[in-house]
């Protein structure tokens, strides 16, 4: 296991155990809610209704509970994860909502998550079964799988975008599982396609990019939730840094560090004066604008990742470990719903997508997990279900 904790001042750790053990409480009292059915992806009014097993969040509720298990060692949460896999089972098996590259996310953070943390062989198999689904979207001209919808769906075909590269640890995961190198060669050339097409040469990303799936010709970027096709996603940015240090992780190829590097220098100059950046990084102080906390939470995973990854003697080693730290103290101090007692979530001024009117100023599901995230990895050895 990696040790990647920070070394924290003792009133530090105190601060962070008490945020993590308000996030518990959160997840305590969802257990009994959210059984068959799971928290929507963004609240309404800071509260989660329940909906089926259909979103592409589904499994960062299954992914809280399990961290919540991996602090506790409580039975309760065991159970609780346990019995949401029947979920995920029926939903591979009887190809519920699977025409997603999201297959990554939903699978990693139930199933893998089962295996690496208890050997469960039946999740084994159901994230192999996802794992073989993901990569069928796959594109080998292009060296590209498709984000969203029908293969053969003229808006979607040959899409890709900055969010997969957190789907690719599943494809990594399976490789190493089955000894099938043709999974790992797929999210590698996914990555280096990532790295080439939707990072801008001001180190900017677009959020989306369209391959011509035929020839592999590069055709042109643009965005789904960010502000403007040129401008900058804040989370699109923050999946970046994550996700090209996880191709790091499983590859060894220093491409993905530098391209993390990139994102990550970007998204830190950014930050507005607490340190939370606004939901499309074009915006800053003054602009009347809301705050997407879910993209600090993810970023705040990508930078101790990359930290960790870092040689000791390089400056970014420390430089990114510290900035995430800060960011992370930002959110844990004036971010979570403590002084809302009727939220059943727990991170608060998040936005699922602005240009649709979705979730804004709200909690939402990811933005709730990477939080726990965050604060399981300043606080402990925690191995990753990435
Ligand atoms: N992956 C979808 C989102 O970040 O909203």
Redesign the pocket.
């Known amino acids: 296991m990696q040790k990647i904790t920070p070394e924290l001042k003792d009133e530090e750790r105190l601060f962070f155990e008490q945020a993590l053990e308000f996030a518990l409480q959160q997840i305590a009292g969802n257990l009994p809610v959210f059984k068959e059915r799971f928290p929507a992806p963004a609240s309404h009014d800071l509260i989660y209704p329940a909906v089926p097993n259909t979103d592409?969040t589904a499994s960062f509720w299954t992914g809280m509970v399990w961290l919540a298990y991996e602090w506790t060692g409580e039975g309760k949460y065991l159970e609780a994860a346990e019995r949401q896999l029947n979920s995920f089972r029926q939903r591979v098996v009887e190809r519920i909502s699977v025409d997603t590259h999201?297959l990554g996310f939903l699978y990693s953070l139930s199933a893998v998550a089962a295996y690496r943390v208890n050997g469960n062989p039946a999740a084994r198999e159901m994230a192999l079964e996802a794992a073989g689904l993901l990569a069928e979207r796959y594109f080998p001209e292009a060296g590209i799988i498709q984000a969203w919808g029908d293969l053969n769906d003229p808006e979607q075909r040959g899409r890709m975008i900055i969010?997969c590269l957190l789907n690719l640890p599943l494809l990594y995961w399976a490789a190493e599982e089955t000894g099938d190198s043709r999974y790992s060669a797929m999210a590698r050339r996914h990555a280096l396609q990532s790295a080439r097409y939707l990072i801008r040469p001001d180190h900017t990303s677009y959020h989306t990019y369209y391959m011509d799936p035929e020839t592999g010709k590069p055709l042109y970027g643009n965005t789904h939730?960010g502000y403007a096709d040129d401008s900058c996603w804040s989370?699109g940015q923050a999946?970046g840094i994550y996700g090209f240090t996880l191709s790091y992780v499983y590859t060894g190829d220093p491409a993905f560090l530098d391209a993390s590097r990139q994102l990550a220098d970007y998204f830190l100059a950014k930050r507005p004066a607490d340190g939370i950046v606004y939901w499309d990084l074009i915006f800053t102080d003054g602009d009347g604008q809301e705050k997407d906390s879910s993209a600090a939470a993810i970023a705040v995973c990508g930078l101790l990742e990359l930290s960790a990854q870092l040689p000791t003697d390089d400056p970014g080693a420390s430089g990114y470990r510290e900035a995430a730290v800060e960011m992370l103290a930002a959110l844990a101090e004036g971010y979570t719903t403590k002084d809302q007692p009727h939220s059943n979530g727990i991170l608060k001024h998040g936005v699922?997508?602005k240009p649709r009117g979705w979730g804004i100023d709200e909690c939402t599901l990811?933005g709730d997990y990477f939080y726990c995230e965050a604060l399981m990895r300043v606080l402990g050895e925690w191995q990753r279900y990435w």
């Open positions: 592409w999201d969010d939730q989370r999946w699922y997508n990811w």
